[in-house]
C-alpha cells in the first residue's frame, strides 16, 4: 500500500511559481515511476508529466513543457513539481499519482496505482 500527500497549492498571480510536493509511505517509492496530473472543473484529468524511478527520464505534456519541472529525491520519498510563468489555465486540482509498471506510457492515467487528494492551484490576478 502506498499513501500519497500533496502540498504546495494556492494562489497565485499569472506569471508566478508555485512548487507542490508529493511525499509517499512506504518503502517501494523508489520503484514506482511518479506522475503529475491536474484536473480543472468540468473537464477529465490530464497529464502533466511525469519521472521515471531513478530520475532520469522525463515527459511532459506539450502544454507546459518548458515552463514546469518535476523532480524528485527518492531519500525523502517524495516528488516535486516546479511551475514556472503559470497562466490561468493551468488553474485546476493537482494529483500526483504513482506507479508500478515497467512499460506504458508515462501518460497513461490506467497505469498508475495509487494517487493522492489532491492539491488546489488558482492562477488569477
Known amino acids: 500500500q502506498v499513501q500519497l500527500v500533496e502540498s504546495g497549492g494556492g494562489l497565485v498571480q499569472p506569471g508566478g511559481s508555485l512548487r507542490l510536493s508529493c511525499a509517499a509511505s512506504?518503502?517501494?517509492?523508489?520503484?514506482?515511476?511518479m506522475g503529475w496530473f491536474r484536473q480543472a472543473p468540468g473537464k477529465e484529468r490530464e497529464f502533466v508529466g511525469a519521472i521515471s524511478r531513478g530520475g532520469g527520464n522525463l515527459v511532459y505534456a506539450d502544454s507546459v513543457e518548458g515552463r514546469f519541472t518535476i523532480s524528485r529525491d527518492n531519500a525523502k520519498n517524495t516528488v516535486y513539481l516546479q511551475m514556472n510563468s503559470l497562466k490561468p489555465e493551468d488553474t485546476a486540482v493537482y494529483y500526483c499519482?504513482?506507479?508500478?509498471?515497467?512499460?506504458?506510457?508515462?501518460?497513461?492515467?490506467?497505469?498508475?496505482?495509487?494517487w493522492g487528494q489532491g492539491t488546489q492551484v488558482t492562477v488569477s490576478s
Open positions: 499519482g504513482a506507479s508500478e509498471y515497467y512499460s506504458g506510457s508515462y501518460s497513461a492515467r490506467a497505469l498508475y496505482d495509487y
Open positions: 512506504g518503502r517501494t517509492f523508489s520503484s514506482r515511476r
